[in-house]
Structure formats: C-alpha cells, structure tokens
Antibody, heavy 123, light 108 residues
Framework: EVQLEQSGADVKKPGESLKIACKGS????????IAWVRQMPGKGLEWMGI????????RYSPSFQGQVTISADKSISTAYLQWSSLKASDTAMYYC????????????????WGRGTLVTVSS | DIQMTQSPSTLSASVGDRVTITCRTS??????LAWYQQKPGKAPKLLIY???SLDSGVPSRFSGSGSETQFTLTISSLQPDDFATYYC??????????FGQGTKVEIK
C-alpha cells in the first residue's frame, strides 16, 4: 500500500527543538516530491516547503524560510521537518504530502497525505 | 506573493443542490490550481488539479473550471458525504504556493 506515515503527536516547551518525520512506503521514495503543510488550530492550510528526496533539492515558502528545516534520508525513505527553537505559535497540525508525478519539474499539488502530526508548544 | 480570495467562506445547502465555490487570484496563474476537500480531523483530499482535471477516484459530480485569475469548483448534486471544507490552492511557477481561506459547506 502506498502511504505516508507520520510520527506521533508531541508536546514541547518554548525554546525546545523538535524533528518530526514522514515515512513513505509502497513507492519509489526518491522519485516524488514531499511537501510540508501547516494547519493552525481552527485555521486554513499553509504550504511550508518541499523537498525532492532524490537529490535533496529543497524550496521554502518565504513565510517559513529560516524558521524550519526540511530534510530527507532516502536510505530510510523518510522526510523531516525540524525546529531549533519552538514558539507557542508553532502549535499546529503538520501534514506531509506527496506530489503524484514522478520526476516532476512542477510539483505543486498533492494527492497522498499523511495523517498529520500535532505539535503542541506550551510552557 | 499571489493572494487568493475564496468565496463564500460558508455555504448552507441541501442534499441535491448544485453548489459553486469561487477562487480568485491576484495575478494570472494559467491553470495551476488545485481543489481539496477536508473533513474535521482528517487530512485534505485532492479533488481537482490543473484547474479542471479530476483526480482518480473522485466522483464525477465534482468539476473544476477557469483559468488565469478566476476559478470555480462545482458540485452538481450535493451528497451527504460532501459536507466539508473546501480549499483552492495555486501552484504557479516561481511563486510561493498558497491556499485559499476555505469554504465550509454546511447542511441547510
């Protein structure tokens, strides 16, 4: 089965670091772009950035550039989203999502989504 | 950045109704637009890509149209399973990708 499995919910304090994971299975992980999307409580969707695991080509939304780091370990078919110093405003659900076209040069939409990882940042 | 204006923000409709949701962009994006459906507590689901292409397995009562700066999502006959929130998303080249604010389709 083709799927994206995300790491479990996490509760952190402001200033702490965090790395959440998204593991792809059932397909060639290195050939498809993976994006990260934020959804704050009761709010809409925000595209954060995207990575091509095959060569780690990474692009960020200006709103998230410098605030998070997106990476991938193709040896274990896993993409990551990490923070070095969390803020309360980072409290949100974070989804990873896959662009459906292999080797795409215009990976803008997403047909396969993980279930989301809820990150809560509270003192 | 490209600004998205999605309307209405809330829509009350009955089963069997024809429903139309509009998405406008602040600049031309050709046909680089997708539509998603999201139910509470669930991940979004792709409905339409490239403005009018139906994703695999999506019922044919869903359709998308438009180009440049104005787009619509139409549900030809609303079904009980369609009550959800719908988002448009532009993915124009060389611009950060952005989502519309969402349209919640409620039972009338």
């Amino acid at each position: 089965e083709v799927q994206l499995e995300q790491s479990g919910a996490d509760v952190k304090k402001p200033g702490e670091s965090l790395k959440i994971a998204c593991k792809g299975s059932g397909y060639s992980f290195t050939s498809y772009w993976i994006a990260w999307v934020r959804q704050m409580p009761g709010k809409g969707l925000e595209w954060m950035g995207i990575i091509y695991p095959g060569d780690s080509d990474t692009r960020y939304s200006p709103s998230f550039q410098g605030q998070v780091t997106i990476s991938a370990d193709k040896s274990i078919s896993t993409a990551y989203l990490q923070w070095s110093s969390l803020k309360a405003s980072d409290t949100a659900m974070y989804y990873c999502a896959r662009h459906p076209v292999q080797f795409s040069n215009h990976p803008g939409y997403f047909d396969l989504w993980g279930r989301g990882t809820l990150v809560t940042v509270s003192s | 950045d490209i600004q998205m204006t999605q309307s209405p923000s809330t829509l009350s409709a009955s089963v069997g109704d024809r429903v139309t949701i509009t998405c406008r962009t602040s600049q031309s994006i050709s046909s680089w637009l997708a539509w998603y459906q999201q139910k509470p507590g669930k991940a979004p689901k792709l409905l339409i890509y490239r403005a009018s292409s139906l994703d695999s397995g999506v019922p044919s009562r869903f359709s998308g149209s438009g180009s440049e700066t104005q787009f619509t999502l139409t549900i030809s006959s609303l079904q009980p399973d369609d009550f959800a929130t719908y988002y448009c998303q532009q993915y124009n080249t060389y611009s950060p990708w952005t989502f519309g604010q969402g349209t919640k389709v409620e039972i009338k």
